[in-house]
């Protein structure tokens, strides 16, 4: 079975502070790709990044970077220098193929607010 | 740009009422998906479709159905709403069926309150 788990419900800090959103995932594919998506209030997930299986590269967007060890089955998100405009839900999800459709695995989401 | 479009933001049905809940993409996608987002619960697939008239059940399928008559349009069906329904409902699709590597599009959701 494919599981994901987002063990942080809600985080809370003050902008310009780091922050890390852990995501811990399952799954028996050796072939598998990992997702993170951000839900700002107006409701639309928007897609952030996605890393396959056999790329551990860490990688870095600006402000945001992304740590993916295979060893502890975790793929987590970082930003630096936290702005108030980050505060969203972040979804880590999981990419596996059933009856030849793709099909994400959803965590349960960490609602991360910026306080000014 | 893709566009992922819902319907409706927010609906209120009473119990028992049959509701429709429908998704029109525009970038000839194979795949739709229907989630329904819960607080702690994360999203969860209800149905998904790779193809015109073809379903397949997610992880909570019972109390819904779904309709797709054209590639481009996903309709989700509460046969009769029930209070338990009370949710968001988002709607996303990609490309390419079989292929992991496929970010999928979501629309904006729709809060439903079954009364």
């Known amino acids: 079975a494919q599981k994901v788990t987002q063990a942080q419900t809600e985080i809370s800090v003050v902008e310009k502070e780091d922050v890390t959103l852990d995501c811990v995932y399952e799954t028996r594919d050796t072939t598998y790709y990992l997702f993170w998506y951000k839900q700002p209030p107006s409701g639309e997930l928007v897609f952030l990044i996605r890393r396959n299986s056999f790329d551990e590269q860490n990688e870095i967007s600006g402000r945001y970077s992304w740590n993916f060890q295979k060893s502890t089955s975790s793929f987590n998100f970082t930003i630096t220098a936290s702005q108030v405009v980050d505060s969203a839900v972040y979804f880590c999800a999981l990419s596996g193929t059933i009856q030849g459709a793709q099909k994400l695995v959803f965590g349960q989401g960490t609602r991360l607010t910026i306080n000014p | ?115």
Not at chain 2, 8 to 27: A, H, I, N, P
Not at chain 2, 57 to 77: A, C, H, T
């Open chain 2, 1 to 115: 740009d893709v566009k992922v479009t819902q319907s409706s933001r927010y609906l209120v049905k009473r119990t028992g009422e049959k509701v429709f809940l429908e998704c029109v993409q525009d970038m000839d996608h194979e795949n739709m998906f229907w989630y329904r987002q819960d607080p702690g619960l994360g999203l969860r697939l209800i149905y998904f479709s790779y193809d015109v008239k073809m379903k397949e059940k997610g992880d909570i399928p019972e109390g819904y159905s779904v309709s797709r008559e054209k590639k481009e349009r996903f309709s989700l069906i509460l046969e009769s709403a029930s209070t338990n329904q009370t949710s968001m409902y988002l709607c996303a699709s990609s490309t390419n069926p079989g292929l992991l590597n496929t970010e999928a599009f979501f629309g904006q959701g729709t809060r439903l309150t079954v009364v």
